[in-house]
């Protein structure tokens, strides 16, 4: 998966880059400079003093020494200041600084931590829009091919967007069947690993009664879906996804020509790895997993039928007793195709991210 955001301790992550949120003098701190000093232990600090300090904005790169990553990136991050003083640029300029010079090691995977969101005091909402959209950028770039990470050490402190969160959360507590996806996790614990049940069932993030967020989606959700399912009458792609001669490689490669895409264009749209792509386009039987039927639904803009039947072609189908499907489900009905959004949220609601 080319962009994912995961929890836990940088220092941990067996990757070719780390990133450190150091400050200027690069000579060691506290928060995640303090960790990763102490994981690398006492040669980075001689490496670093051999660099006289880093700018705000610059990037500088090390050996990784006792941590399992072979790079400690050193890049400085703002002091929240207000936001006047051109704190979003030099935020900017830290994340792609440190992808530029990640490249220029040839990295293939490279793990940030939220710089600036900790004693730099950068608000936490902000931060995670500018690491997200500004590697977003580096990625849609044709020539860069990397694993880029995002971790969250202190899951509370992960900020999703309050209105969309609401509105997410009115359309679960309509939609989604909790009591079944509890079921199904003690009846078929394979069929849940396949697309994020496991760790969906264990949260129980909102309570069943009804709130003022629920007023939004007070429509009786299924009832909609299955009506505007029958209305719909199958067009032309639709008929062609309900081919059963087609396979799934065959069906993705087809409508990716019809929607007039490059397929660059849609496997980075659909967060899926090169590699991977190369390899559903060379097997006309490859069998995909669900995440990345749907992963390659919303890089082709899919409707909910034609997802549903693209789905069908894999062997799949959505389920309201899965929280991650009913998550997409909102995403897809609100014509909101922004992948790296739906992951955003499927994190925030402790699910299994789109794409490989
Ligand atoms: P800054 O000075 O740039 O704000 P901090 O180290 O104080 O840097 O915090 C940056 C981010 O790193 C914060 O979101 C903090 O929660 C996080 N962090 C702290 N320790 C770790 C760690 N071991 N792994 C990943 N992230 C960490």
Known sequence: MP????SGDITKLRVDAIVN????????GGGVDGAIHRAAGPRLLEECRTLNGCRTGEAKVTLGYDLPAKFV?????PIWQ???????????SAYRNSLLLAREKHCESVAFPMISAGVYGYPKDQALEVAVSTIRAFLDEEEND?????????????????????EISGYLRNTYDEEKERGSFFGDVAKSVAFGGVSGSRCSLFSRSKSTFSANCESAVREDIDEEAAAAAPNDLRKALENLDESFSQALLRMI???GMKDSECYKKANIDRKLFSKIRSDINYRPSKQTVLAFAVALELDLP??????????????HSNKADVI???????????????????????QNLLGA
């Open 257 to 259: 020509d019809s929607k």
């Open 146 to 166: 990397m694993e880029v990470l995002l971790v969250i050490f202190d899951r509370g402190s992960f900020r999703f967007d309050v209105h969309l969160y609401s």
């Open 73 to 77: 990136i050193h890049t400085v991050g």
């Open 21 to 28: 949120a150091a400050n200027s003098s690069l000579l060691g």
């Open 328 to 350: 997409v489900e909102y995403f897809i009905r609100n014509k909101n195709y922004d992948m790296y959004r739906i992951n955003e949220a499927l994190f925030a609601f402790d």
């Open 306 to 319: 034609e997802t549903e039947a693209f789905l069908r072609k894999a062997g799949f189908a959505l389920s």
């Open 82 to 92: 207000g936001g006047h003083c051109g704190e979003e640029e030099l935020l900017r």
């Open 3 to 6: 962009f994912r955001i995961v």
